[in-house]
């Protein structure tokens, strides 16, 4: 099968551009082939698949819903964004509602259900410091615990991949020695370190902070805390929410600028209101009142986001000046690498999974494509590409 993209140019992740590009599918949604074709007026981009790995919910469903329904609705609104993986997240909850939404998220990435791919699962809390607690309910937070992550992990079908911790707090130590057992990745977030706690958290296995700038403490020219250790410290990832809200545009710039892309994750953190009209949500058994964009708590606490990932493109290639390239990299690249999966995700070329996005030169999704498949389609631009086979 082969699909070609005519006016089109193809950002491959490898640092290549492709004009008009044919792109051949086998049966199994890998790619064949990318042939170049003739030269002409390219206004839309065509780029591999958004990987969004820290998310809660969308389109009224959250993953602390624990159904198969919820995460359902999600992979089906998720494409609409370009979004073709995700990990679905969880929130700090007591013990069994946790375990009932990793119960459900296990059966949900062994089953092939269509739409975005759930590639894993990102357990934010409940070991944090409830200093930093933000949105996340303070009544089930706990000390980091060894043996119930252990538990959780096994209960996740160990697809438990990203693990949000305050490596400050006792106990820390002996969770990240079970985190790098299992093969995850520990992350700095909803934490009051400081600059000499980070070094010592990098030093025990802590490679990224959660939602930079949020929820953790911040840079003073006295203590850089975990802020200023992101900014510094070459071996951290920063998860970045790239809305405005959460973060300045000026913010997002000196994160840019300090880190570059090959060390920034582009994420949404979003709720379940992403997509939905403005009114009241909620979040962990919290109302969530969502307005103009913003989703606060009734105390004014900021409680994720409505972000969608081609918003956090168009923001950040704003804000920046960085390249489509760079956000290639940012969106795909680098959280498919940190993944384990860029043998499959994250870059085109022959053998990687046909998953695919186009926008226009606005960052509008006009196209979508998971394992070769046309998952979703804006209505008015159905007609704006040449199909010989797909």
Same mark, same amino acid.
């Given at each position: 099968?082969?699909?070609?993209?005519?006016?089109?140019? &193809?950002?491959?992740?490898?640092?290549?551009?492709?004009?008009?590009?044919?792109?051949?599918?086998?049966?199994? *949604?890998?790619?064949?082939?990318?042939?170049?074709?003739?030269?002409?007026?390219?206004?839309?981009?065509?780029?591999?698949?958004?990987?969004?790995?820290?998310?809660?919910?969308?389109?009224?469903?959250?993953?602390?819903?624990?159904?198969?329904?919820?995460?359902?609705?999600?992979?089906?609104?998720?494409?609409?964004?370009?979004?073709?993986?995700?990990?679905?997240?969880? &929130?700090?909850?007591?013990?069994?509602?946790?375990?009932?939404?990793?119960?459900?998220?296990?059966?949900?990435?062994?089953?092939?259900?269509? *739409?975005?791919?759930?590639? *894993?699962?990102?357990?934010?809390?409940?070991?944090?410091?409830?200093?930093?607690?933000?949105?996340?309910?303070?009544?089930?937070?706990?000390?980091?615990?060894?043996?119930?992550?252990?538990?959780?992990?096994?209960?996740?079908?160990?697809?438990?991949?990203?693990?949000?911790?305050?490596?400050?707090? !006792?106990?820390?130590?002996?969770?990240?020695?079970?985190?790098?057992?299992?093969?995850?990745?520990?992350?700095?977030?909803?934490?009051?370190? *400081?600059?000499?706690?980070?070094?010592?958290?990098?030093?025990?296995?802590?490679?990224?902070?959660?939602?930079?700038?949020?929820?953790?403490?911040?840079?003073?020219?006295?203590?850089?805390?975990?802020?200023?250790?992101?900014? &510094? =410290?070459?071996?951290?990832?920063?998860?970045?929410?790239?809305?405005?809200?959460?973060?300045?545009? !000026?913010?997002?710039?000196?994160?840019?600028?300090? =880190?570059?892309?090959? =060390?920034?994750?582009?994420?949404?953190?979003?709720?379940?209101?992403?997509?939905?009209?403005?009114?009241?949500?909620?979040?962990?058994?919290?109302?969530?009142?969502? =307005?103009?964009?913003?989703?606060?708590?009734?105390?004014?606490?900021?409680?994720?986001?409505? &972000?969608?990932?081609?918003?956090?493109?168009?923001?950040?290639?704003?804000?920046?000046?960085?390249?489509?390239?760079?956000?290639?990299?940012?969106?795909?690249?680098?959280? !498919?690498?940190?993944?384990?999966?860029?043998?499959?995700?994250?870059?085109?070329?022959?053998?990687?999974? !046909?998953?695919?996005?186009?926008?226009?030169?606005?960052?509008?999704?006009?196209?979508?494509?998971?394992?070769?498949?046309?998952?979703?389609?804006?209505?008015?631009?159905?007609?704006?590409?040449?199909?010989?086979?797909?």
């Amino acid at each position: 099968m082969e699909k070609t993209f005519e006016n089109t140019i &193809l950002i491959d992740g490898y640092g290549n551009r492709v004009r008009s590009p044919a792109i051949a599918i086998t049966e199994e *949604g890998t790619i064949a082939s990318i042939k170049e074709g003739e030269a002409a007026t390219c206004t839309n981009y065509l780029l591999p698949g958004f990987i969004d790995t820290h998310i809660h919910g969308a389109a009224g469903a959250d993953v602390m819903d624990g159904t198969a329904e919820a995460l359902k609705i999600m992979q089906q609104a998720l494409p609409k964004e370009g979004t073709t993986g995700f990990l679905a997240t969880t &929130l700090t909850a007591s013990p069994e509602a946790l375990n009932k939404a990793l119960t459900e998220a296990a059966k949900a990435i062994k089953e092939s259900r269509g *739409g975005a791919g759930l590639l *894993g699962i990102h357990l934010e809390g409940p070991f944090i410091n409830v200093k930093r607690a933000g949105a996340q309910p303070v009544q089930w937070v706990q000390l980091p615990d060894r043996n119930l992550f252990r538990q959780f992990q096994e209960t996740s079908g160990k697809n438990i991949r990203i693990v949000t911790l305050a490596p400050e707090l !006792a106990g820390s130590s002996g969770l990240l020695e079970e985190i790098k057992k299992s093969g995850g990745i520990a992350s700095a977030g909803h934490t009051d370190a *400081g600059f000499a706690e980070m070094e010592e958290a990098v030093e025990a296995g802590v490679s990224q902070v959660t939602h930079m700038f949020n929820a953790m403490r911040g840079l003073h020219h006295r203590d850089i805390g975990t802020a200023g250790a992101a900014l &510094l =410290k070459d071996e951290i990832f920063a998860e970045l929410i790239a809305d405005g809200i959460h973060v300045s545009p !000026a913010a997002v710039s000196l994160l840019y600028k300090n =880190k570059g892309a090959e =060390k920034v994750l582009l994420i949404t953190d979003a709720m379940r209101a992403k997509s939905m009209a403005e009114g009241t949500y909620t979040l962990g058994g919290n109302k969530v009142h969502v =307005k103009n964009g913003q989703a606060v708590l009734e105390d004014g606490t900021l409680a994720g986001s409505v &972000l969608k990932m081609n918003e956090a493109c168009r923001n950040m290639m704003s804000w920046t000046g960085c390249s489509i390239e760079e956000i290639v990299q940012m969106s795909a690249v680098n959280p !498919a690498r940190r993944l384990g999966l860029s043998d499959r995700k994250g870059r085109l070329s022959a053998g990687m999974d !046909a998953d695919f996005t186009i926008v226009d030169e606005d960052w509008n999704v006009l196209e979508v494509y998971i394992g070769g498949k046309a998952i979703y389609r804006r209505e008015e631009q159905h007609e704006s590409h040449s199909d010989s086979g797909l």
